[in-house]
């Protein structure tokens, strides 16, 4: 018998740096910063190492871009290894601390391509972050790409707002379900831990 794993090391995909050249240090416009985290979810299905999930930290008053993450469940053998995880994480990791809205920092926001899934949901709270900005939060996503969600409390983003978190809906949502579509297209796997 093997000995207990006792680290844990995540990482973004191999073409991610040359991606995060691309763009620049600060995106004052939210939807430059969806424009940004769509083309990153586009990119990681189509470079074959996750699923159509991207997230991005962005200072939320200046648009400064703090991390970026994508959903690297498979390939990392990890399931919590989701996009809104691994961005959060690499901020937390950037800015020295847990908490992403405490004292002396600005306040921080993440933008993701859909409402984040049950598990992100949670790990959204936990963060710090004071804003959230999404593409969409329909059925479209579940329903185009087959990925399972999870159950989410009907009324979230109140919730949220209730936790001190404000959140920003629909910002290039026809995009962000057109690239759902190319994703289902594409044949690619959806690893849901149990399928029918």
């Not at 985290?37 to 939320?60: C, H, S």
């Not at 919590?80 to 920092?105: C, F, N, W």
């Amino acid at each position: 018998m093997t000995a207990p794993c006792l680290d844990l090391h995540l990482t973004m995909p191999e073409w991610a740096p040359a991606y995060l050249e691309t763009l620049p240090d600060f995106i004052p416009a939210v939807e430059g910063r969806m424009a940004a985290i769509l083309e990153l979810a586009r990119l990681n299905f189509e470079k074959d190492t996750g699923g159509p999930f991207a997230a991005g930290v962005f200072e939320q008053e200046s648009g400064r871009l703090v991390s970026i993450g994508v959903n690297r469940v498979v390939a990392s053998g990890c399931s919590s290894a989701h996009a809104e995880v691994m961005a959060l994480g690499l901020a937390q990791k950037r800015l020295g601390t847990y908490d992403l809205g405490g004292p002396g920092i600005p306040a921080h926001e993440l933008v993701v391509n859909w409402r984040p899934c049950a598990m992100c949901y949670g790990a959204l709270l936990w963060s710090g972050i004071r804003f959230l900005t999404i593409a969409g939060s329909g059925p479209e996503l579940e329903e185009l790409t087959g990925f399972d969600e999870g159950p989410v409390h009907p009324e979230w983003a109140g919730e949220l707002a209730g936790r001190g978190i404000a959140t920003r809906m629909d910002v290039l949502r026809a995009e962000a379900v057109e690239l759902f579509r190319q994703f289902r297209r594409s044949s690619r796997l959806v690893y849901n831990a149990r399928q029918g």
